[in-house]
């Protein structure tokens, strides 16, 4: 036979105290999970935050854990940034010439003799040659201020200075009796043709004289005199070596 049901007393309902329901507007109390009569969820789900501009890109745009590479990517996509903007900066004229100058601070320099040697006029025992062969002591004798002396080369370089040694010696005695430049014009011709052109302004004084230049693929350098010291009739103005450096 059939046992027979127990008949249980029946709990009170819930007082209805709690936050409503969303969905149907049934109290609940507080801490329910779901509505004791429609079973809504009473917990609503906090909305993520919305994902950066980057992370909606491949590969960034994977959802990632704790310590699965997040730091790595960031670092790389910083790098590759870093990486465009710098070729971006090379393109630009100012920023080859910036790089370049940078290079030859950093760099060494060796000198390099030119593969021919001309000037517009000498005078008598102090012919063009003498300004570029390594000697002080003997001088290109230029007959008149606007005389130009022109060094080719036949492999082009990048040239980073020349060095100047006005005057007959570097002995101060020998130095002053004749005239020397303290004025002239260095004209730099480059491969393609471009022409750059730069005032010097020279010391009356024996010994070197450095200018600094900084010019790329170099094929010849023109020195024109334009002003002169201790300038006397019949005497020619004296250069007494140009020296050019490039990098190595």
């Avoid at 704790?66 to 960031?74: F, W, Y």
């Amino acid at each position: 036979m059939a046992r027979r049901p127990v008949v249980r007393p029946v709990e009170e309902d819930e007082a209805p105290d709690g936050p409503p329901c969303p969905s149907c507007g049934t109290p609940n109390l507080p801490g329910r999970r779901f509505c004791r009569r429609c079973a809504t969820p009473l917990q609503a789900r906090e909305e993520s935050a919305p994902l950066p501009w980057w992370r909606t890109v491949w590969p960034f745009r994977r959802r990632v854990r704790v310590r699965s590479g997040r730091a790595l990517r960031r670092v790389l996509l910083i790098l590759a940034v870093v990486g465009l903007l710098f070729v971006g900066f090379l393109f630009l004229p100012a920023g080859r010439v910036l790089f370049e100058d940078v290079r030859d601070k950093l760099g060494d320099t060796a000198e390099i003799s030119p593969s021919g040697v001309s000037a517009s006029g000498a005078a008598p025992g102090h012919p063009a040659g003498a300004a570029v062969d390594g000697l002080t002591n003997k001088y290109w004798g230029a007959p008149a201020l606007g005389a130009s002396l022109t060094c080719t080369f036949g492999t082009p370089f990048r040239l980073v200075g020349v060095v100047l040694h006005t005057g007959a010696s570097t002995e101060p005695e020998e130095f002053r009796q004749e005239p020397r430049p303290v004025r002239a014009d260095l004209i730099v011709t480059t491969e393609d043709g471009t022409v750059h052109k730069k005032e010097l302004t020279l010391n009356d004084k024996p010994g070197e004289q450095t200018v600094r230049t900084g010019i790329s693929d170099v094929v010849s350098v023109q020195l024109v005199l334009r002003e002169a010291a201790g300038q006397r009739r019949g005497r020619p103005i004296a250069l007494g070596e140009i020296e050019f450096f490039k990098r190595t």
